[in-house]
């Protein structure tokens, strides 16, 4: 788990862009959206594009979203939960 | 009047004719960011933007460096008329190639010339007219005609000029005209052209 958290919080970095983050900087309990990390709506598509192109994990319910990319923390159980063996 | 104008070509930041930033030897990537890093601009979402827009925010940070036209102007009195030569090829292209695996969503929101008309209005609260316009090169005719007209009713300032990128090649000429300020030039045709052609720059 903290591999992967550790993993997430590069590709986070590298694909939103947040190059003024390092990895060390997001706490793996921080929220990601408005008063965390403040990422938004255009973040999230990234976020689900990021989970399939890393995890080959698509999202088939949008609903589930904000619980998903709540935290890196969230994020990586998810992926452990539904990663295709 | 022009009360300031600032030149973002060959590495170098002019404002007013001095240079205020230069950095040879680096790619236009890296030049912006240690360009944004140098004025001490607390604005994270730079980041994200792609080079057109970050261009387009650094040149405006320039022309209203420690000052806020909010305190002179209403939101609606400030307009923003601007210039290029490219559009957003430049990330058009970049957005192409995402496609190739998984299209970019953060990508996708920057195929557009004008998102960096609104990346400047967001950040200094800026509501009045806008415009862009697409021309095989900076015409100051079309700028001073175009401008006047915004300005004849009751905008009293605008920040207008010319944002091009292309690959690792770029050029901005951004300046802040007021209608009531005393200033460089007068906003005429002959004065934007000898602006924009400026190449003597004091360091």
Redesign the interface.
Known sequence: MEQLMGNLKRQIIEALNLKHLKPEDIGDDQPLFVEGLGLDSIDALELIVLLQQHYSIKIENPQEGPKIFRSVKTIAEYITAHKPA | MITHYCIIRDQNIVLDGKVIFSEKNSDLDAFL?NAYASLKVDY?KF??MDNLSKLGFLAAEMLLKDRSLLNDYAPEQVALVLSNAHSSTDTDRRYTLSSR??????LF?YTLPNIVAGEICIRHKIKGENAFFVAPAFDPALMADYTDMVMAGDTGASIGGWVDVLGGHYDVFLYLHEKNKAGLAEHTTGQLKELYNTTLWNS
């Open positions: 960011l994270p980041y994200k695996t998984a299209p970019s969503p953060a929101v």
